[in-house]
């Protein structure tokens, strides 16, 4: 801690970022942060009092979750929060299915305490890193039309707003807050504990093929009206696609024959999850990034042309470990133009004149009611972009971002883009009652940053 007053980091962790030096950086290493100091409170108590001395200090305050946005949204150089001590299970009625947690747990901590109760989250995204916080802020969402984003399950919120004072909200108490604050930016103040509508516990049997690519457009909407979890993951420069359909069941796993059997389907997840998602991977695009011209062939072999099929527990067939570091832009469309704006997305990356070594990814979500969802009032396709982490991706990324402005293109709050509130406000239903929120519970920008100056515009 050189350089700034002791006692004032409590203890470090190492799964949010925050850095033995005192800095801060974010998963993919395009944020650093260098607050005055960071806060470890333990108790919704030391929530108020941390938001009651910075009102005093005159300094702004931003919670991190576990680090994983792209976007600058978690960064400040004032007071940076964790809630690492804030994240256990405060209540589960298995009959129900409501679960109320503290904010900064993980979901890979609740997934499997969860299904020790026989409950789980209805979908994920494709890591469980997040917490449960960060997670909803962001509006961060997995993929099936007959599903929603994680913050459509929130039945209820407390919360710490900008004067340092506590607020409940759920279907009883302060209903209006709830609906908007589900999906916050952290602009609205610190969430201290969150109630998630569970389901019971579910298994997902998976099918994972490599197609022609205008095989897997050509069927994607009869597949995604049929299938529980549908997406596609496009190579570029190979005319190939991973599609992988989930459906839920509660049927159990089939038992392994003997024990070389067990041994072999161990090994065969494995060897995709960890060996070709990341290892194999991994040195391919470090291998790619030196010699731009091998990409293509490269790609080939990411995307082998194998099939793989297996049933096992929900959110480890939703959830995969993704230890190659890159950058990700990601848009929300109308579900309607999704495969249009992807076959224009398939124009700019052929265009670009260097090859592109990540997939383009597809999902799709039914709509939601939330202001600041980016699924908000529509059924909604995702198309995501990525890069391999310290290559060049402004020329890319704007040329997604172009073609996706054509069709009123949402961007993930958690995700590159370059769009700001002038540009935003008008592709949201409920930008007007976001901003009432706001202005009601942060009217002095207490937990503003530049991200959110930029996107939101002022508090008040
Ligand atoms: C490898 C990888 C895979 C990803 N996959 C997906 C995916 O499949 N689907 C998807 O939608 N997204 C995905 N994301 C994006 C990710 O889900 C979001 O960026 C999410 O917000 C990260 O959660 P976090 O806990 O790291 O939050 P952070 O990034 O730390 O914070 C995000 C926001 O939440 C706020 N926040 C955190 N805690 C609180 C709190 N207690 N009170 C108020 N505000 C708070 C922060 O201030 C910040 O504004 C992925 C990201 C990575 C790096």
Known sequence: MAGRPAGLVTRMSTGNGIRSDGTWRNWAGNQVARPVRIERPCTEQEVSALVRRAVADGRRVRVVGAGHSFTAIAVTDDVLVTLDDLAGVVDIDRESGLVRVQAGIRLTALNPLLHAVGLAMPNLGD?????????????????????????????????????????????????????????????????????????????????????????????????????????????????????????????????????????????????????????????LNHLGRMRPSLVP??????????????LTTSYDVFASPRRVRFYEMEYAVPSGHGLEAFRRVQEVVDGLGRPISFPVEYRILGGDDIPLSTASGRDTVFIAVHVFRGTPYEDYFRGVEAVMDDYDGRPHWGKLHFQSVDTLADRYPGWEAFRAARARLDPDGRFSNDYLDRVLGPAT
């Open 127 to 283: 890591i469980a890193y997040q917490s449960v916080a960060g997670a909803i802020s962001t509006s961060t969402h997995g993929t099936g039309l007959g599903f929603r984003s994680i913050a459509e399950g929130v039945v209820g919120l407390r919360l710490v707003t900008g004067d340092g004072s506590i607020v409940g909200c759920d279907g009883g108490q302060n209903a209006d807050l709830l609906h908007v604050a589900r999906v916050g930016l952290g602009a609205l103040g610190i969430v201290t504990e969150v109630t998630l509508q569970c389901v019971p516990a579910f298994n997902l049997h998976a099918i994972e093929e490599v197609l022609p690519i205008d095989e897997v457009l050509d069927g994607f909407d009869e597949i995604a009206g049929s299938t529980d979890h549908a997406e596609f993951f496009w190579m570029p420069h190979t005319g190939r696609a991973l599609l992988k359909r989930n459906t839920r069941t509660t049927e159990a796993p089939p038992p392994a024959r003997n024990r070389r059997h067990a041994l072999r389907r161990r090994w065969k997840r494995f060897k995709n999850k960890e060996l070709m998602e990341n290892a194999v991977f991994g040195a």
């Open 297 to 310: 062939r490269l790609n080939g072999l990411v995307a082998g042309d194998g099939r793989a099929e297996y």
